[in-house]
Every structure is written in C-alpha cells, then in structure tokens.
C-alpha cells in the first residue's frame, strides 16, 4: 500500500527552527518529484516546495523563500523540509505529496499521493 508519513511537526517560538521530515512506503519514492504543501486555518493549501527525483531541482513558494530549504535522502525514502526563521503565519496543517514523473510541482493536482498531513504551530 502506498503511504506518506509526516513527522516533526509542533509547537515552536517564532524566530525558531523545526525540520519536517516524510517518509515514503510502497513504490512511491524512486522516479517520483516530491512537494510540501501546507494549509493555514480557514485558507487554501498553498504550496511550499518542491523537488526533483535525484533533486537536481527546486523550488519554493515566494512566502518560505530563503528561509525553508527542502532536501530529499532517496536511500531512505525520506523528504525533509527545513524551517527557519519561523513566523507565527507559518503556523499550519503541513502535508508532503508525491508526484509520478519525478520533475517538481508548485501545483497541486500534480501530485498523486498525499500524507495525513502534521500540525506546525508558530507563537508570538
């Protein structure tokens, strides 16, 4: 069965730090471009980052810019999303997704699979 799993997730000061990280079952690691997506209360869910199979690309939504950085462990099926600088407006439901093809996506319905999704919350 295909599965993401998303760790890492709490609560944290704003200014502070907190690294994401997904871990991919099933077949849904190799060849795939992977995406952290993230849904504030009551809003939409807007992309964060995304990268390439091999991660030979990236790219990031223009709100996390320089302070997030996404990586990708392929042995270990893992994606990770590194958050610094943190704002209380970061506080949201984070979720990583998976995409066939492995070329990376800012949109949404790219991406086939998706985590349960973890909660990030930022104070003032």
């Known amino acids: 069965q295909v599965k993401l799993v998303e760790s890492g997730g709490g609560l944290v000061q704003a200014g502070g730090s907190l690294t994401l990280s997904c871990v991919g079952s099933g077949d849904i690691f190799g060849g795939y471009g992977m995406g952290w997506f993230r849904q504030p209360p009551g809003k939409e869910r807007e992309f964060i980052a995304t990268?390439?199979?091999?991660?030979?690309?990236?790219d990031y939504g223009d709100s996390v810019k320089g302070r997030f950085t996404i990586s990708r462990d392929d042995a270990k099926n893992t994606v990770y999303l590194q958050m610094n600088s943190l704002k209380p407006e970061d506080t949201a439901v984070y979720y990583c997704a998976a995409a066939p093809g492995g070329m990376s996506w800012n949109t949404a319905h790219e991406y086939q699979f998706w985590g349960q999704g973890i909660q990030v919350t930022v104070s003032s």
């Open positions: 990268i390439s199979w091999r991660g030979r690309s990236t």
